[in-house]
């Protein structure tokens, strides 16, 4: 709703997803320029969002100038304000669409090409760098957690599984409940122009829970109506 972005505690430990198109010539979504112009601003401390794992998937078209900048602005602005990136790619996705920021085409078929490996990617170190999804407050803690129930899949879209890849970041503790702040440990955070963006990051939302933790969907346009 309105108010989100003003009660989201950006000192807690979060992993948190961003999924966000291009428009015009390298420019957010529209509703998503105040969230931009607010992430962005050099007044923010380095360490704003230390406690912050994180990934971003971009979504642009390269018959445009500019391509997935966007995405591209947020992964690199959120590693300075103290966040440490959680994916590191998935392999045998060529070039820039593999990397760390996910870079998906339209015009090259990015949802193919990048976006399920990419999504898949992350569920998997997800549940590596997670342990499993745990019923008790705190998370991991060196030993085998106890899974929690599973919650219902909200969308077709199954889990892919445990599997490999490089693990860059320390180990966040997993949890199926809400934090102080009333939001998941795991937030999908989206700025869609047309939509797509937006249902996709409602498919890894969908993945995450179906692999069991909590993950709440927030809209960067919800930032417009913060005075």
Not at 88 to 98: C, S
Not at 128 to 154: F, L, N, Q, R
Not at 174 to 180: D, F, I, W
Not at 183 to 198: D, I, P, R, W, Y
């Amino acid at each position: 709703n309105m108010s989100d972005f003003e009660k989201i505690d950006m000192s807690l430990e979060r992993v948190v997803v961003a999924v966000v198109s291009t428009t015009g010539q390298g420019d957010p979504p529209d509703g998503a320029a105040k969230f931009f112009r607010h992430i962005k601003k050099r007044a923010h401390p380095a360490t704003l969002l230390q406690g912050w794992r994180y990934g971003v998937l971009a979504l642009g078209d390269t018959n445009y100038d500019q391509f997935c900048k966007p995405g591209k602005v947020l992964d690199k602005r959120l590693a300075e304000l103290g966040a440490k990136r959680l994916v590191t790619g998935p392999e045998n996705v060529p070039g820039e669409h593999g990397g760390p920021c996910g870079a998906a085409d339209d015009a090259e078929g990015g949802l193919e090409v990048t976006v399920e490996p990419w999504t898949k990617h992350l569920i998997e170190v997800v549940q590596k760098v997670c342990g499993g999804a745990s019923s008790t407050e705190g998370g991991v803690d060196g030993g085998t957690p106890t899974p929690a129930a599973k919650k219902p899949k909200t969308d077709s879209a199954a889990s892919d599984g445990a599997g490999g890849g490089n693990i860059a970041a320390a180990p966040v503790a997993a949890s199926a409940s809400t934090l102080s702040d009333g939001f998941h440990k795991f937030m999908v955070l989206f700025g869609s122009q047309t939509g797509n963006a937006e249902a996709l990051a409602g498919q890894i939302r969908g993945k995450i829970e179906a692999a069991g933790w909590g993950a709440s969907l927030v809209n960067m346009s919800d930032f417009e109506k913060i005075d």
